[in-house]
């Protein structure tokens, strides 16, 4: 099971739009996974135990060093867009969750 957290600005509409397209990505193409949501702000109380965080470039690249894979998409509620780059991230790095 992959854990993946949804990190935006300030972690109420956006990260949660975000949490439920990844489980529906998820669900659609057979992945098992946790989701969780937050503010940027409480995205160090999640990390050590995620494995993919998936977030917009701007927030990315203030993310502390962690052991998560740290995932850019440009718009968060573009479906397509999380899609693609959603999955290209599980093949890239765990392509064991892919069934």
Partial sequence: ML??????GNGMGTSTILKINVKNICEANNI???VESCAFGEAMAYTSNTDIIL???EWAS???PCNAVIAETLNLIDVEGVTKTLLDTIKEHFPQEIK
């Fill in 3 to 8: 854990r993946i957290l949804c990190i935006c």
């Fill in 32 to 34: 098992d996974v946790e």
């Fill in 55 to 57: 977030t917009s470039p």
């Fill in 62 to 64: 203030m993310v502390p």
